[in-house]
């Protein structure tokens, strides 16, 4: 299954609730031709950060070719860390060599990695 379908499968609704986040300017969706995201400006305690609310890629490397690019517009509003929560655990082995760290798991029980920026 590709990604996206992937996506879309694994959260029912999430679509939805991304186009109405967009429209109303609360997240932003950055397309590739092999690759996507949406980031969600959070502030939390006075600090402002971005969530990476879904991503998706045809590309085996997708989040390590395009993290530059994602710490960038990050930084460009201010940002100070990145944050994505998965139930996948593939991602668990890379996330340190891209200087991921692994913080407290959701109620829901994904996993949470967070970047300081």
């Known amino acids: 299954m590709p990604p996206l379908e992937r996506l879309k499968a694994d959260h ?17 969706l950055f397309v590739r031709p092999d ?14 950060g971005v969530l990476v609310w879904a991503a998706w890629s045809e590309r085996r490397d997708g989040l390590s070719r395009y ?20 139930r996948r655990r593939g991602f668990l082995r890379m996330a340190p060599r891209l200087g991921w760290r ?12 967070q970047l300081t920026l």
Do not use: Y
């Open 12 to 28: 029912p609704g999430l679509m939805l609730e991304i186009q109405d986040a967009c429209l109303n300017q609360q997240a932003f």
């Open 35 to 48: 690759a996507g995201w949406v980031l969600k400006p959070l502030v939390e305690n006075g600090v402002v």
């Open 67 to 86: 993290q530059p690019e994602i710490e960038q517009l990050t930084r460009q509003i201010g940002g100070r860390w990145l944050r994505f929560h998965t």
């Open 102 to 113: 692994r913080v407290a798991d959701s109620a829901d029980g994904s996993i949470t990695f």
